[in-house]
């Protein structure tokens, strides 16, 4: 029998505020633990949780990068349960009417774009974490991510591959780093996906019967985790078994996902709005002004990129891969003076290459892409040959500098003056008679020694071009 | 002069005059609770952090940068966190914490530079109409030691009722400062949802919850809430309103005021003695030029269940933080972290707490929510419209506060559902939100309070107090002080 993969994906995007979700504390990450808790955080009797405006409006702009209903009046609700990580005995998150309704991304699966619907994306506060590995034989509290705002983006169950779903993932992660609501660093847990999978027999229109693999925080995990629970629902049915519903826990060390809990020991979560805040109200006035903040959309520009600059589609796409990418390509070719193509071949070449050897994020290179505008701009006016450039790059990102000043210092500028190129040639035809009437007696291989001698003369600087061009009119007589 | 019987007004003007210092009043007070111990009415006293707080407000009043409040000494319901008291709740589960901060309404009477005396007993977690579940022990009724003093904010109406405090804050769910106020014989008032910050007061209902005031008069009152009221960001429901002088419509002409009498509130079920009262006072207030408008508040007989079904269920949420992890009541012995949670909150809460977390927990489990949180929750909104149609026709509301005088104690241990209706007038002020008071009107037979309750819309607080404070230019029921074993008033 074919078996057909359904995948949904419920993602836990951090949002980057500098304040907790209901608290003033700060969510920066690695402080001692408990260090960042306050009063509201620690759940001390009496305290109330005041929702951060913030992170409401990087809900709002996400809503609105999607194209979903951003709804007018939303609801928090209290998410009952125990775990001494939860210091209310409650999370506040959001249930019925959640903030942002609806949407969709479109994401590129092997060159060919599907649309991912979204159902939903709501706020709430993290938990805290409980440390198992600090104290021998007991565990210890650390509230400091308690409370720390997320927006959990749903999607509807309908991607069908691991491929789809690990392109939808990469593109979710593209767009809230983007739109600057989420620092995208899955390491320190900013980005968590969680995959809700089912197999059904080809053909089949019923859903089968899912479960939920949590921990989820790399895409390589994500890619063997779906895999692999896809493999072993198509062996339990193959085999006759039934799937049960439940939660499993994808072990990367092992490679598998095992039961965390199921169904029937689900808890009821007896879900109620929380009666300690009045209902979310966004109003028009709030939506626009965070639409005025959004800036230009990955989709919106890989088009522009196309259309105006006239780079392929491969190319813009390369180009948008980040929010920082992009915007390092455009300060490059910002004032029209340096030709898109040859910017972005050393966009996706040598800076890449550069980067990538030293493990920097574009936002840290060392060469700003002002200065590399400057580079590119001494190969269009003909100053650097290819392999100079490539040379000054290199003193750029190790030491900097002006690249003028530094064509200067190096003396990396071409000579491209043809007084001095006709010059330096007159002179080798006059000390070189024999090979001058070798290459007239038509062995035009002699015409590599002349190229040779004039490069050495000039220290390596002569124009290649223009020293061919004199050259052969020269030795033609 | 008499300092436990003065006017907050007349204590201010002593202590302005230096008539007497702000440790001299606190003294006195403090000297005064401790021989009337046997009331209850404290759960906690420090008098050397009190008296230094005194001497604080002594200097202030020295400098002449004093306000109406500064050297007064309050008594604060021990719901109210603040730093450095045990601030217990009523309840073993917290009989160990110490506050680390101050709530809103603490906040606000030590900026008004006010002397904190203690804080008072008080039903477990507000949960009760009699002062019973405490787990510190019972407050009697200085009227009747035999009898209860009406619950929650028993401790505070006892404390006011003896002149162990000339305030005291207290709270207010479902009636805990006005049933209270009325078995104690004092003035009382619950002000409007939203009016005074919730930050730092232990949650019981949060959408019921709200702070208020006791004392003998309304005009006392004025100057109590004058001090707790205003906009708190730390509170998502604080309402934010430009200032108000409450003060501003005390003996304001009764001429042509509307008092609407809801039909549902003088049925069957009330005490002779109790009726009689309400009914000589309406007659005051008709003497005073207010006339008599019959009003229906068809959904009343629906507020008890509906407050049994919403209160329960906020409460099995917010008291579920008492988990013994991070403060409070740990037990001693645990196989296991659940069992450490199970023992802890078996032990640190009393029966009262338990039933309402499982009335809670049971309405709000899937399956019920709809029938009884969510049903509830749309008969609270027409119990509101009820009272809003209501105001259409007339400016206040009156009535009895409780159908009954203080009883005895353990008459309604028995069975809950008769403690729960001596909230039954009370409630419904709760559900819509409205502003609330209860002054003394008189007396049974057996000479214990009687309580009459006022109702206005929603920030009509000054209108509220002036309609009391007119009632009490004509009447001195608020100036009655019981007979006390051992202190003669």
Same mark, same amino acid.
């Given at each position: ?477 | 002069?008499?300092?436990? !019987? ?42 050397? !952090? ?20 500064? $050297? ?56 009760? #109409? ?16 035999? !009898? ?14 003896? !002149? ?35 930050? $730092? ?165 899937? $399956? ?30 009156? $009535? ?37 008071? #209860? ?51």
């Amino acid at each position: 029998m074919k078996w057909e993969l359904v995948i949904g994906l419920e993602t836990h995007v951090q949002l980057a505020t500098r304040s907790k979700m209901f608290s003033g504390s700060a969510t920066a990450f690695g402080a001692e633990p408990n260090a960042q808790a306050d009063a509201v955080d620690l759940a001390l009797p009496g305290v109330l949780p005041v929702p951060n405006r913030q992170a409401v409006a990087y809900a709002v702009r996400f809503g609105l990068a999607v194209g979903a209903t951003i709804a007018r009046r939303s609801w928090f609700a209290r998410k009952n349960y125990f775990y001494p990580d939860l210091p209310k005995g409650y999370q506040i998150s959001q249930y019925e009417n959640p903030v942002v309704q609806g949407g969709q991304l479109t994401v590129m699966v092997e060159g060919h774009p599907i649309v991912v619907p979204l159902t939903r994306a709501h706020l709430e506060e993290d938990a805290g974490k409980s440390v198992h590995d600090a104290f021998h034989g007991r565990t210890g509290i650390d509230l400091n991510r308690a409370g720390t705002p997320l927006l959990e983006i749903v999607t509807e169950p309908t991607m069908r591959s691991v491929a789809e779903a690990v392109a939808y993932a990469r593109t979710l992660h593209r767009w809230v780093t983007w739109i600057g609501i989420c620092d995208g660093n899955m390491q320190e847990g900013s980005f968590r996906c969680d995959a809700n999978v089912s197999v059904r027999p080809l053909g089949q229109t019923a859903l089968g019967t899912r479960c939920e693999i949590k921990n989820l925080n790399s895409f390589r995990f994500m890619e063997r985790a779906i895999q692999h629970e896809f493999e072993r629902q198509v062996e339990c049915l193959e085999q006759g078994l039934t799937i049960a519903q439940e939660t499993r826990l994808y072990d990367p060390d092992r490679d598998e996902t095992r039961a965390m809990r199921s169904k029937e020991n689900a808890q009821d979560y007896r879900y109620f709005p929380d009666p300690d805040q009045l209902p979310l109200c966004i109003d028009d006035a709030w939506i626009e002004a965070e639409r005025a903040r959004l800036p230009e959309l990955p989709d919106a520009l890989m088009q522009r990129l196309q259309d105006h600059y006239g780079l392929s589609a491969y190319d813009a796409g390369l180009l948008c891969a980040s929010r920082a990418w992009a915007d390092y390509f455009l300060r490059l070719v910002g004032d029209g003076t340096i030709e898109a193509k040859l910017a972005a071949n050393w966009m996706t070449g040598d800076l890449a290459a550069a980067l990538k050897r030293a493990g920097y994020e574009i936002e840290h290179s060392p060469v700003a892409a002002e200065q590399l505008a400057a580079l590119l701009r001494r190969i269009g006016d003909g100053t650097l040959s290819g392999k100079m450039a490539k040379e000054l790059f290199e003193v750029l990102w190790q030491e900097g500098g002006d690249v003028d000043r530094v064509i200067e210092a190096r003396g990396l500028s071409q000579v491209s003056d043809a007084g001095v190129l006709e010059a330096m040639i007159d002179g080798l035809i006059a000390e070189h008679p024999e090979q001058v009437a070798e290459y007239r007696g038509g062995k035009e291989k002699v015409f590599g020694f002349f190229v040779g001698r004039a490069m050495k003369a000039s220290g390596g600087r002569a124009n290649p071009v223009q020293l061919n061009a004199l050259l052969q009119r020269k030795l033609k007589g | 002069m008499d300092l436990n !019987r003065s006017s907050l007004k007349v204590l201010a003007e002593g202590l302005r005059t230096g008539a007497f210092s702000s440790v001299e009043l606190t003294s006195a007070y403090l000297d005064r609770i401790e021989a009337q111990r046997d009331l209850g009415c404290f759960i906690t006293l420090d008098r050397e !952090r009190s008296l230094d707080q005194a001497r604080r407000a002594d200097q202030r009043l020295a400098q002449g940068n004093a306000g109406p409040l500064t $050297g007064i000494p309050v008594a604060h319901k021990d719901i109210f966190c603040a730093s450095g008291w045990l601030t217990t709740c009523g309840s073993r589960m917290l009989s160990n914490f110490v506050a680390p901060y101050d709530a809103h309404v603490i906040e606000r009477f030590n900026q008004a530079g006010a002397v904190i005396l203690g804080k008072t007993n008080m039903d477990e977690f507000a949960m009760g #109409s009699s002062n019973e579940t405490s787990f510190f022990g019972p407050v009697r009724n200085p009227w009747d030691t035999a !009898r209860v003093p009406g619950g929650s904010s028993g401790g505070s109406a006892a404390a006011v009722a003896a !002149r162990l405090a000339p305030l005291a804050t207290a709270t207010d769910t479902g009636g805990s400062i006005r049933q209270p106020a009325a078995l104690c014989g004092i003035s009382g008032l619950k002000p409007t949802y939203g009016r005074v910050s919730r930050y $730092g007061m232990i949650a019981y209902a949060s959408s019921l919850d709200q702070g208020g005031v006791m004392a003998p008069s309304a005009a006392d009152l004025a100057l109590g809430l004058t001090a707790m009221a205003g906009f708190d960001a730390r509170d998502a429901t604080s309402v934010q309103r430009p200032d108000e002088d409450f003060a501003a419509q005390l003996g304001r002409p009764l001429e042509g005021l509307r008092i609407g009498l809801p039909r549902q509130y003088f049925g069957s079920g009330i005490e002779a003695d109790v009726a009689r009262c309400i009914e000589e006072a309406l007659k005051v207030y008709e003497s005073l030029g207010a006339r008599r408008v019959d009003i229906d508040l068809s959904y009343s007989d629906q507020s008890v269940p509906v407050y049994y079904v919403l209160a329960p269920a906020e409460a099995s949420s917010n008291l579920s933080r008492y988990d013994g992890v991070r403060y409070g009541w740990r037990a001693a012995q645990y196989d296991d972290l659940e069992d450490m949670v199970t023992r802890s909150r078996s032990e640190g809460f009393g029966a009262e707490v338990k039933r309402r977390i499982l009335t809670g927990t049971y309405v709000l489990s899937r $399956g019920y929510y709809d029938a009884y949180y969510l049903q509830a929750q749309r008969v609270r909104r027409l119990i509101q419209q009820d009272f809003l149609r209501a105001f259409e026709h007339c400016d206040v509301i009156m $009535g009895p506060t409780a159908p009954t005088t203080a009883f005895p104690f353990g008459a309604k241990g028995g069975d809950p559902v008769q403690m729960y209706l001596s909230d039954i007038f009370t409630i419904g002020v709760n559900l819509a939100g409205l502003p609330g008071m #209860s002054i003394p009107a008189g007396f049974d037979g057996a000479g214990l309070p009687v309580g009459l309750q006022i109702i206005a819309p929603h920030f009509a607080e000054a209108l509220l107090l002036g309609v009391a404070d007119r009632y009490q230019r004509e009447t001195d029921w608020h100036d009655r002080v019981p007979a006390l074993n051992g202190g003669q008033v």
